[in-house]
T-cell receptor
């Protein structure tokens, strides 16, 4: 079974530029999560989708971050414009359903450096 | 809000030593508790979990017991190997309410095992 795929793996941009990350979840997984992991910290949830609907985006900085999952499968996360503090690893995860009992499977992450 | 606190600082051990990584949590409800592991160059993987008080999760020689009275979920292994070198994250997920399975992570503990 293929795991969660993410691209690119690494990205370096200058502040005020825009960037987009792509995630393809495990086939059949309805729930998709984007987490931000700043160096030395644990991952923090940015947004959660159930199929193509947003379930939780309470910690997404909506003035600069946006995410979509138009067909309920793959997803993109965009930052525009980027700030220095956005430097982090962006993790995508998927699960077969909502709730604590459904294991989340993580992709390898995209490491973003903003200079 | 929910939070997870892990013991500070990296842990360095010799092979076959006993491992304990402390984890305590704060939650409003009755969370499920998890340990995730991140090996060098790889994505986060679920190591073990416990879904209710007094449950013991175990996997690959690692164990952790859900202690509601002390709000703790300490990770232990009787004899570590060099291959256990990784970053370990304690996490929780509320079982109900509006959390929808969101994971709240601790800051992570770097484990290095020397031969």
């Amino acid at each position: 079974e293929a795991g969660v795929a993410q691209s690119p793996r690494y990205k370096i941009i200058e502040k005020r530029q825009s960037v987009a990350f792509w995630c393809n979840p495990i086939s059949g997984h309805a729930t998709l999560y984007w987490y931000q992991q700043i160096l030395g910290q644990g991952p923090k949830l940015l947004i959660q989708f159930q199929n193509n609907g947003v379930v939780d985006d309470s910690q997404l900085p909506k003035d600069r971050f946006s995410a979509e999952r138009l067909k309920g499968v793959d997803s993109t996360l965009k930052i525009q414009p980027a700030k220095l503090e956005d430097s982090a690893v962006y993790l995508c995860a998927s699960s077969g359903g909502q709730g604590a009992l459904h294991e989340q499977y993580f992709g390898p992450g995209t490491r973003l450096t903003v200079t | 809000g929910d939070s997870v606190t892990q013991m500070e600082g990296p842990v360095t051990l010799s092979e076959e030593a006993f491992l304990t990584i402390n984890c305590t949590y704060t939650a409003t409800g009755y969370p499920s508790l998890f340990w995730y592991v991140q090996y060098p160059g790889e994505g986060l993987q679920l190591l073990l979990k416990a879904t209710k008080a007094d449950d013991k999760g175990s996997n690959k020689g690692f164990e952790a017991t859900y202690r509601k009275e002390t709000t703790s979920f300490h990770l232990e292994k009787g004899s570590v190997q060099v291959s256990d070198s990784a970053v370990y994250f304690c996490a929780l997920s509320e079982a109900g309410g509006t959390s929808y399975g969101k994971l709240t992570f601790g800051q992570g503990t770097i484990l290095t095992v020397h031969p």
